[in-house]
């Protein structure tokens, strides 16, 4: 789901048992701006009656590392109360919205399923992008380079704030091989550097898997914070796609676990991720995210293979059967 000002996206999802589905299941959700997207997932968890309890508002269950719901029941009640605070934040937007921007392209009035808050047609600051954003260039220059001569390495770029600096993704920021494509892009010998807008399809995914492995909403310990299963899709969605004036969002309010959701890293990563409300094959409501891949010219939400379904509690990638 996507609560900031851009709108609201929801898929929502049936799961089956083995790696086959039959049909898309046909339901509304309330969305604020858009229509809903189906699809078909079918590696969900099957959570068995031995799973451990955890001591949430609702009763939940943690099997494999993955949280979600005790029963059909306790999930239902959850999705309910979840949409009744999500209603009234949206009624509180409507009054509280005063003049709108006369460029439809602006993130506040949702009609993109397919950029992030950090959209990639305005050249912004996104992880490995090369630029410092503490210098307010939006144009890589050579004093960004030299910038990076001056400091050092790290294992931390998500934590530290040098996450600019990670070029290849590999999780290490600011290393020989990050500076290397840096100077051959200035140079002339590179023609960009790969940023959410720029790559090709195949780079774009490619760059994905990377940075699900480097963002660290799966490292939360669901018994520690006392999270259910959309609290790591809510996340998992600041900081992939980011939220719109996030001190406005609903998720800057109390979330009522031992963990606020961070907003340290707001769409950092610059992904039109969405989160998805599903079932399990036990039919129990459960929540992924999703990541449309798509060319942009050929905007189909219908359209499968244009779409990477993730767990965001283990990075896991959930296939379509």
């Known amino acids: 789901m996507y609560f900031d000002k851009r709108g609201l996206i929801v898929t929502f999802i049936k799961c089956r048992p083995l790696t ?16 809903v997207s189906m699809g078909a997932l079918s590696v969900l ?20 590392g993955i949280v979600t719901f005790a029963s059909k029941e306790e999930g239902e009640r959850a999705k309910k109360d979840y949409d009744k605070r999500m209603e009234g934040w949206k009624n509180s937007l409507k009054s509280t919205s005063t003049e709108l ?11 993109n399923y397919y950029v992030s808050a950090k959209s990639p047609f305005v050249n912004d600051f996104t992880y490995g992008c090369g630029r410092d954003p ?38 290490v920021s ?5 500076q290397e494509r840096v100077i051959k892009y200035l140079s002339g010998d590179l023609a960009q550097i790969s940023v959410p807008g720029l790559e090709t399809r195949a780079e774009a995914e490619e760059n994905f898997l990377k940075e699900l492995k480097i963002d660290w909403t799966s490292d939360i310990s669901a ?43 707001n769409g950092v990563f610059g992904r039109p991720l ?41 990075d896991q990638i959930q296939k379509i059967g």
């Not at 099957?46 to 494999?64: F, G, I, R, W």
């Not at 921007?101 to 009609?111: A, K, R, T, V, Y």
């Not at 960004?144 to 001056?150: A, E, G, Q, V, Y």
């Not at 600011?174 to 990050?178: E, K």
């Open 20 to 35: 086959k589905v039959t049909k898309m299941k046909k339901k509304t959700l309330r969305n604020i701006l858009f229509g």
């Open 45 to 64: 968890p099957n959570l068995s009656t031995h799973a451990q309890s955890l001591d949430t508002k609702y009763q939940t269950v943690v099997e494999n």
């Open 101 to 111: 921007p006369s460029n439809i392209d602006h993130p506040m009035f949702g009609l």
């Open 134 to 171: 503490n210098g307010g260039d939006f144009i890589l220059t050579q004093a960004d380079l030299n910038t990076m001569f001056s400091l050092g390495t790290s294992t931390e770029p998500l934590r530290d704030g040098t996450w600019w600096m990670d070029i290849d993704r590999d999780g």
């Open 174 to 178: 600011n290393t020989l091989l990050d």
């Open 223 to 265: 018994s520690a914070a006392n999270w259910l299963c959309f609290d790591y899709g809510t996340q998992a969605f600041i900081n992939f796609n980011g939220v719109y004036e996030p001190q406005n969002s609903k998720f800057a309010e109390d979330n009522g676990t031992n963990l606020q959701y961070d907003f340290s890293v």
């Open 274 to 314: 969405r989160r998805v409300a599903t079932y399990t094959i036990n039919e129990i409501p459960h929540e992924a995210v999703v990541l449309y891949n798509g060319p942009l010219e050929d905007q189909n939400p219908k359209n499968f293979d244009y779409k990477i379904y993730v767990e965001p509690q283990n």
